[in-house]
C-alpha cells in the first residue's frame, strides 16, 4: 500500500528551517543529540520527511543513512504527513474482540489508504494504535481528539461525513 501514502509535496518554510537549524546548534556536540533533534525537528513539521533528515544529517554530520535509521527505527517517528484528520482505531484486545478490526478495514477501504498513510488531499490520515484506555466504549476510535465508541463498520460514514463537510 506504500504506493497510496500521502504525496503532498514537502512544503517547509524558511522560519521552520530556521527553527530546526537553531535546535541543531544548540545541541550540537551532545552525545544522543540526535533524538531530540528528530523530535524536535517532528514538532517543527509535523512529520519527518526526507528534506529535513538530510538538514540534520548534513548540519549534524551524520550520515543520511543513521538519521533515517534512527527516524524509521521508533514508532514514534512519522516519514508522512498527517491529514487535517487523523483517524486512530484502536486494535488493543478489548477493541480487537469487539470488531475493531472490520472498522478499520471498512476505514481503510472507504478513506481508500491504509496504515500509516494519509489521504491525497491532505484531509484524513489513519493510523492503528494498540489501547487509548477506553475499553468500556469498544470497539474505539479517534478523529483529532473527537472519540468514537461501541462502533460496527456502518457508522463509518456517518461519522467521515461530519468530517468532510467541516
Known amino acids: 500500500m506504500s504506493s497510496r501514502v500521502c504525496k503532498l509535496p514537502f512544503q517547509g518554510t524558511e522560519n521552520q528551517e530556521r527553527e530546526l537549524r537553531a535546535l541543531i546548534e544548540k545541541l550540537h556536540g551532545q552525545e544522543g543529540a540526535l533524538m531530540p533533534v528528530l523530535q524536535g525537528a517532528q514538532e517543527i513539521y509535523g512529520?519527518?520527511?526526507?528534506?529535513?533528515m538530510e538538514i540534520i544529517s548534513t548540519a549534524m554530520n551524520i550520515p543520511l543513512e543513521e538519521v533515517y535509521g534512527v527516524a524509521t527505527f521508533y514508532s514514534q517517528f512519522s516519514l508522512n504527513p498527517k491529514g487535517?484528520?487523523?483517524?486512530?482505531?484502536?486494535?488493543?484486545?478489548?477493541c480487537y474482540v469487539k470488531g475493531s478490526g472490520d472498522v478499520y478495514a471498512k476505514l481503510q477501504e472507504k478513506l481508500g489508504i491504509g496504515s500509516g498513510e494519509c489521504t491525497p488531499d491532505g484531509?484524513?490520515?489513519?493510523?492503528?494504535?494498540?489501547?487509548?484506555?477506553?475499553?468500556?466504549?469498544?470497539?474505539?476510535?479517534?478523529?483529532?481528539e473527537d472519540v468514537y465508541g461501541?462502533?460496527?463498520?456502518?457508522?463509518?460514514?456517518?461519522?467521515?461525513?461530519?468530517?468532510?463537510?467541516a
Open 47 to 52: 512529520y519527518l520527511p526526507i528534506e529535513v
Open 84 to 94: 487535517r484528520y487523523k483517524v486512530s482505531v484502536c486494535l488493543g484486545t478489548a
Open 123 to 144: 484531509e484524513f490520515s489513519l493510523e492503528a494504535c494498540r489501547c487509548i484506555g477506553a475499553c468500556g466504549l469498544a470497539p474505539v476510535m479517534t478523529i483529532n
Open 150 to 165: 461501541r462502533l460496527v463498520p456502518d457508522d463509518i460514514d456517518g461519522i467521515l461525513a461530519k468530517y468532510r463537510e
